[in-house]
């Protein structure tokens, strides 16, 4: 099976999911405010949505990532250095702004699965910084030399999707003590941020210092 990473890979990106996962963004927002103003499951529909946003940017960035290293492997290597810098970006970002998680429970009228699943869609397929992580972070774990490239980024987008949907499915069912409890403990918000910066730091470092040998 050519499209499995290495087990030490793997063991990483399933890591830097969860954190991903757990970090409170526009899906997070969105499934927590829907959850309080028309119940869990519609909010479930929205994960759903969000979750199909990923699978079109995991096929985006498996075919785009592997034709640019059939033209150019130069290019390739320019494109994770790039990432490796964005990755810096992220981390030095998440220490001087922090999470934000702004929830308000806003009556809405009840909107049909199709209606929910859509605005997760669309909230994370024209989302820049989602288009512009994936392009990023996915290419961190795969190498311009290795053929089954494709396969790989492929399998690594759907472990992504897998791992976040059950964490997603909990902020749902937790949504209102959820709500509260972070906005009234920004100590536990700041210690994710300081985490999230680590993690990512050392993927920065890792591939720069990679591509410096």
């Not at 990432?83 to 809405?108: C, D, M, N, P």
């Amino acid at each position: 099976m050519d499209f499995l990473p290495s087990l030490p890979t793997l063991l990483a990106f399933a890591a830097a999911t969860l954190l991903l996962a757990a970090t409170p963004g526009p899906d997070m927002t969105l499934s927590i405010s829907r959850a309080l103003a028309q119940g869990k499951k519609a909010a479930l529909f929205v994960v759903v949505g969000t979750s199909l946003g990923i699978v079109v940017h995991t096929m985006l960035v498996a075919f785009g990532i592997s034709a640019l290293i059939t033209a150019s492997p130069t290019a390739f290597l320019i494109l994770k250095t790039g990432g490796a810098a964005y990755l810096l970006w992220l981390a030095v970002q998440a220490i001087r702004f922090g999470s934000k998680l702004t929830v308000a429970k806003v009556e809405e009228q009840k909107g049909t699965p199709l209606s929910n699943i859509s605005s997760g869609f669309w909230v994370n397929l024209l989302n820049p910084k989602v288009i512009i992580f994936f392009m990023t972070f996915l290419p961190q774990f795969v190498s311009a030399g290795d053929p089954a490239v494709t396969q790989k980024l492929l399998f690594l987008g759907f472990c992504f999707i897998l791992i976040g949907m059950p964490v997603n499915a909990s902020v749902v069912f937790a949504a209102d003590w959820l709500a509260s409890w972070l906005q009234n403990n920004k100590k536990v918000l700041r210690g994710m941020d300081y985490t999230f910066a680590g993690v990512f730091s050392v993927f920065a470092a890792k591939i720069l210092l990679t591509q410096a040998k």
